[in-house]
C-alpha cells in the first residue's frame, strides 16, 4: 500500500485514535437520521421480526449501531472501538475482522451500513469490498454508505492526534462500482456527518434477480473474533 500505512499500520491507528474519534463525534445529526429510512425501507408489514443489518466499521457504534435493531452486528478492525462499543451498545454483536473478507455466510444480512468505512481501504480492493456486501445481502438488502466526493489517497498526520489512511476512486467511479457488484436503485442524499460537515450517502438495493459476484471469502464465519458485549 502507498503511503506506508498497510492494514496493521491501519488496524493499529484506529486503535490510537479511537477515543479521541469517539469523543468528537457528534451521536445525532442528519446522517444518523438516515438510518431510520434504511430500516423503514427493509420493514415488512405485519412481521414482527427486526431486520438483521450489519454495520460495517461501527466503531464505538455511538452514530451508527445504536440507531439499528437490539442484535445487529457490529464489524471494525479495530479492537479499542469494539471496546468502546460493547459499552454503548451493549446488545449488539460485536466482530473483530475486515470488510475485505468478511467472516459471514451469504445471504445473512437484510441491511448494511458503512459510514466513513471504505475509504479507509486502499482504493484498488473497493470492488472487493462491493462484492463482499453483496456476498452476505439477501437478494433485495439494502446498502447505506458514505460517498466520498474525491479521488484521493493520503494519509493524513495528525488527524485526531494520530495518522489515518485515506483512498477512494472518486464520486463517479464509486457508484459504477455499486453497480458492477450487482447494486441497482443507487440514490443519492446528503446529511451532516459526525465532525460537522456535509456528506453525501448513498442508498443502493441488491439487485434480486443477480447472484452476487463475489468470491466466498476464504475466511469463515469462525474465523471472526467476536467480543462479547457482555464480557471484559
Do not use: K
Not at 430500516?39 to 454495520?55: F, I
Not at 473497493?126 to 463482499?132: K, M, N, S
Not at 464520486?171 to 453497480?179: A, K
Request: charged residues 30%; negative net charge; hydrophobic residues 35%.
Amino acid at each position: 500500500m502507498a503511503f506506508d500505512m498497510d492494514r496493521n499500520a491501519v488496524r493499529r491507528a484506529w486503535d490510537e485514535v479511537a477515543e479521541t474519534y469517539a469523543a468528537r463525534r457528534d451521536p445525532d445529526g442528519s446522517d444518523a437520521a438516515l438510518v431510520g429510512d434504511l430500516l423503514d425501507s427493509l420493514s415488512t408489514p405485519g412481521s414482527a421480526d427486526a431486520p438483521r443489518v450489519l454495520d460495517v466499521g461501527c466503531g464505538d457504534g455511538a452514530r451508527t449501531l445504536a440507531n439499528l435493531p437490539p442484535g445487529s452486528v457490529g464489524l471494525d478492525v479495530s479492537r479499542r472501538g469494539l471496546d468502546l462499543a460493547s459499552e454503548t451498545v451493549p446488545d449488539a454483536r460485536l466482530v473483530h475482522g475486515e470488510m475485505t473478507a468478511l467472516p459471514f455466510g451469504d445471504d445473512r444480512f437484510d441491511g448494511i451500513t458503512a459510514y466513513h468505512a471504505v475509504f479507509h481501504v486502499d482504493r484498488e480492493r473497493h470492488p472487493e469490498v462491493y462484492a463482499g456486501f453483496a456476498r452476505v445481502l439477501r437478494p433485495g438488502g439494502r446498502l447505506l454508505m458514505t460517498l466520498p466526493s474525491g479521488r484521493f489517497e493520503t494519509v493524513r498526520r495528525g488527524w485526531m492526534g494520530g495518522r489515518m489512511f485515506f483512498s477512494a476512486p472518486g464520486r463517479e467511479r464509486t457508484l459504477d462500482q455499486l453497480r458492477a457488484a450487482g447494486f441497482t436503485d443507487v440514490e443519492t442524499t446528503t446529511a451532516t456527518d459526525p465532525l460537522g460537515s456535509s456528506t453525501e450517502f448513498v442508498f443502493a438495493t441488491l439487485d434480486p434477480d443477480r447472484a452476487a459476484e463475489a468470491d466466498t471469502s476464504e475466511a469463515g464465519e469462525t474465523d471472526a473474533t467476536e467480543t462479547d458485549p457482555n464480557g471484559p
